[in-house]
């Protein structure tokens, strides 16, 4: 079992900035494929960003890209996802979730789940 706890979101202004993190904890955080995504009002749960077990490989959806920047410290067993210029459209409930080995994009080929982080921007 992997644990994952999302911390950093919170209201801001369109424009502004916000930095999530997710804290893991129950197996080797370096086996894991890391991805947030995130989830509006009445719509699906949709990818935002991924990152390989060593980080040297990211991935974004055309939305995000350019915005928000994904990266993790194995030795913290966190990952992070730096978002800057943010929209009123970027307001969700944004989750981090762990698979063993290579990163998807698809929610559902995720293993293991956080609660979830509320991200409000205001206009």
């Known amino acids: 079992q992997v644990q994952l706890v999302e911390s950093g979101g919170g209201l801001v202004q369109a424009g502004g900035s916000l930095k999530l993190s997710c804290a893991a904890s129950?197996?080797?955080?370096?086996?894991?494929?890391m991805g947030w995504f995130r989830q509006a009002p009445g719509k699906e749960r949709e990818f935002v960003a991924a990152?390989?077990?060593?980080?040297?490989?990211?991935y974004y959806a055309d939305s995000v890209k350019g915005r928000f920047t994904i990266s993790r410290d194995n030795a913290k067993n966190t990952v992070y996802l730096q978002m800057i210029s943010l929209k009123p459209e970027d307001m969700a409930v944004y989750y981090c979730?762990?698979?063993?080995?290579?990163?998807?994009?698809?929610?559902?080929?995720?293993?293991?789940w956080g609660q979830g982080t509320q991200v409000t921007v205001s206009t």
């Open positions: 990152i390989s077990r060593t980080g040297d490989i990211t």
């Open positions: 129950g197996r080797t955080f370096s086996n894991y494929a």
């Open positions: 979730a762990a698979r063993l080995e290579l990163v998807r994009w698809q929610p559902s080929e995720y293993d293991y």
